[in-house]
């Protein structure tokens, strides 16, 4: 049994939703090289933030300083319009 032209129209949706869904596969990794200028940039603050949160709590306890480049580049990559802090370690 042979399709149509018009019944093979019917399909296309298929192949555009599929491809919409890997145009917006996030990555972590993609989030660093994507916002790496924008880290640059940022890189003092984020140093500032860091080290008035260690001092506040007494030292390191959650994050090394690498995570908080990764933190940092998948909010500026997902852009949320707003990020609930639940708490972690002693914050829990």
Not at 53 to 71: A, K, M, S
């Amino acid at each position: 049994m042979s399709r149509t032209d018009d019944e093979d129209a019917d399909f296309d949706f298929l192949d555009q939703k599929a491809s919409a869904v890997t145009i917006m596969q996030f990555s972590p990794a993609a989030a660093l090289w994507n916002n790496r200028e924008r880290l640059i940039q940022s890189l003092p603050e984020i140093r500032r933030v860091r080290e008035a949160l260690e001092r506040g709590i007494g030292g390191r306890r959650d994050f090394v300083r690498q995570q908080w480049l990764q933190l940092v580049s998948v909010v500026l990559e997902f852009k949320p319009d707003l990020i609930l802090e639940l708490g972690r370690g002693y914050g829990n």
